[in-house]
């Protein structure tokens, strides 16, 4: 089996003729943290959108486990398991921690965010789904947040929810745009930590950082 994970090709993408992404390649191997690194404007963010679908390139492709899926949507690519997250964190704050981690959740049947929403889910899924929530938070310290709503969280604490959300997805590659820009040291290092921590459960992680 292949190591390589995510592989970028001679990828490219332009705004009004300027290259953000000019004839990128990247292979990430399986359980490997790679940092994409450069100055403002390099383009990191918009390599992120190509790779998680929320931009299609120019030119060049895209590969997960050696599957095509460089016109793939967002929703398509997250199933498969690549998840991200924003630097603008959108996380939903009007609803409680808890119910963030368990909205990123992939249902099992696909009926998705609304159905979610809805109630849809049968009593089974959802005491299964609560215990994975549960224990991501506990993973990233928030265990005793998890009734607070996400808009009165401290913004480290909505990094780590959002790296909960992104575990939640349940993708074995995570995708993090600037996890700890902004934060307090001391949760720069607790993230750090928990980055560290991810190759050894399985995940592959990517990420942003402009702080060597
Ligand atoms: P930062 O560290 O500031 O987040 P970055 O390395 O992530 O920067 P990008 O956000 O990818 O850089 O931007 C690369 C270039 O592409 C910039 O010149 C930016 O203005 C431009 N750009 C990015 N997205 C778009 C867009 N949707 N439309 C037009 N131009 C864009």
Redesign the pocket.
């Known amino acids: 089996m292949s190591q390589i994970i995510l592989e970028c090709r001679s990828l490219t993408k332009a705004?009004?003729g300027?290259r953000?992404?000019d004839n990128v390649w990247l292979a990430v191997e399986r359980q490997q943290i790679v940092a994409i690194i450069?100055?403002?404007?390099?383009?990191?963010?918009?390599?992120?959108?190509l790779c998680t679908g929320f931009?299609r390139p120019d030119s060049g492709f895209i590969r997960f486990k050696g599957q095509d899926i460089t016109r793939f949507a967002p929703n398509q690519i997250t199933l498969l398991g690549i998840a991200r997250t924003f630097?603008d964190l959108r996380l939903i704050r009007q609803m409680t921690v808890l119910e963030n981690v368990l909205l990123a959740i992939p249902h099992q049947a696909g009926e998705g965010f609304w159905g979610a929403i809805a109630g849809r889910r049968s009593a089974r899924e959802e005491r299964t789904n609560h215990k994975q929530a549960m224990e991501w938070l506990k993973f990233v310290g928030l265990e005793n947040k998890v009734s607070d709503l996400a808009g009165a969280l401290s913004y480290g604490q909505q990094k780590l929810l959002g790296l909960a959300c992104c575990l939640a997805t349940g993708a074995e590659v995570l995708m993090l745009?600037?996890p700890v820009a902004g934060v307090e040291p001391a949760t720069n290092d607790r993230i750090l930590d928990y980055l560290r921590h991810l190759p050894s459960l399985g995940k592959t992680v990517v990420f942003?950082e402009?702080n060597l």
């Not at 404007?41 to 918009?46: D, L, R």
């Open positions: 705004f009004d300027i953000a992404v450069g100055p403002n404007g390099a383009g990191k963010t918009t390599l992120f959108n931009l630097q745009d600037e942003i402009h």
